[in-house]
């Protein structure tokens, strides 16, 4: 008995002891790949490219719409310079045939004025002729009015440079210098554009050298600041 002990091999505590479950054996030493990106780890890299992408296309729609603006701003003065250009040149086309009618409406006048006071009251032609020159200036000057063309007569009323010409100075005595004293040939303007300038004599300053008044209202070369252009 003794001997069948002494055969049978002892046990160690925990050698070869075994809990149901294989143990992994020993071998070389396992890597592990590294675990790949997560969209949240690349939700940050797409957003700043997408970012620029959107602020390049905002860059790019305020410069479209700058130059539309500009656009529709040019295209605006185009059209209200082209309206006024089409105003004007229906509002000033007659200038030139206005301007010719002038001088039939001086021979007009003078006409009336030769005749008037050679016994008119006697002769009953001159009367009538009288009359009907007269009846003639109205009418002419009844279609000026239509047309937009009025008479200038500045009699006893200040010197404007740019709508009246100056034929001579005098002096007179109670009389303000620069103020019309005498109408040589009355002027007309068209709408707001002058035709022709009156042509007219000015009260000058007696104790002056003649070329205008005290308030300096005359130019030194009276009737050359005159604007004739239609």
Same mark, same amino acid.
């Given at each position: 008995?003794n001997? +069948?002990l002494?055969?049978?091999?002892?046990?160690f505590p925990?050698?070869?002891?075994? +809990?149901?479950?294989?143990?992994?054996?020993a071998?070389p030493?396992?890597?592990?790949d590294p675990?790949?990106e997560?969209?949240?780890?690349?939700?940050?890299g797409?957003k700043?490219e997408?970012q620029?992408r959107i602020?390049?296309?905002e860059?790019d729609l305020?410069?479209a719409?700058?130059?539309?603006l500009r656009?529709?701003?040019d295209t605006?003065?185009?059209?209200k310079r082209a309206?006024?250009?089409?105003?004007?040149?229906?509002?000033f086309?007659i200038?030139?045939?206005?301007?010719?009618?002038?001088?039939?409406?001086?021979?007009?006048r003078?006409a009336?004025?030769?005749?008037?006071?050679?016994?008119e009251?006697e002769?009953?032609?001159l009367?009538?002729?009288? +009359?009907?020159?007269?009846?003639?200036?109205?009418?002419m000057?009844?279609?000026?009015?239509?047309n937009g063309i009025?008479?200038?007569e !500045?009699l006893?009323? !200040?010197f404007d !440079?740019?709508m009246?010409?100056?034929?001579f100075?005098?002096?007179?005595?109670?009389?303000t !210098?620069g103020t019309?004293?005498?109408?040589?040939q009355p002027?007309y303007?068209? /709408?707001?554009?002058l035709?022709?300038?009156a042509?007219v004599g000015?009260?000058?300053?007696?104790?002056?050298s003649?070329?205008?008044?005290?308030?300096?209202?005359?130019?030194?070369e009276p009737g /050359?600041?005159?604007?004739?252009?239609?």
């Open positions: 008995m001997e +069948s002494k055969n049978q091999p002892e046990n925990g050698e070869h002891e075994t +809990s149901g479950v294989d143990q992994p054996s071998g030493e396992q890597t592990q675990p790949a997560t969209p949240a780890q690349n939700y940050s797409r700043t997408d620029m602020e390049l296309l860059k305020e410069k719409k700058d130059q539309m656009a529709m701003a605006e003065n185009m059209r309206a006024r250009e089409r105003e004007d040149a229906t509002k086309a200038s030139g045939f206005a301007r010719d009618l002038l001088s039939v409406a001086d021979n007009l003078r009336i004025e030769a005749i008037a006071g050679q016994g009251q002769d009953e032609r009367k009538s002729l009288i +009359s009907g020159i007269e009846a003639t200036e109205r009418e000057l009844s279609v000026f009015e239509r009025r008479k200038i !500045p006893n009323q !200040p !440079p740019n009246h010409e100056v034929m100075e005098a002096v007179m005595e109670g009389q !210098p019309i004293c005498q109408l040589v002027g303007v068209l /709408h707001d554009r035709l022709r300038p042509r000015v009260v000058k300053d007696g104790g002056g003649g070329t205008g008044g005290t308030n300096g209202d005359l130019p030194p /050359h600041n005159i604007d004739t252009q239609v």
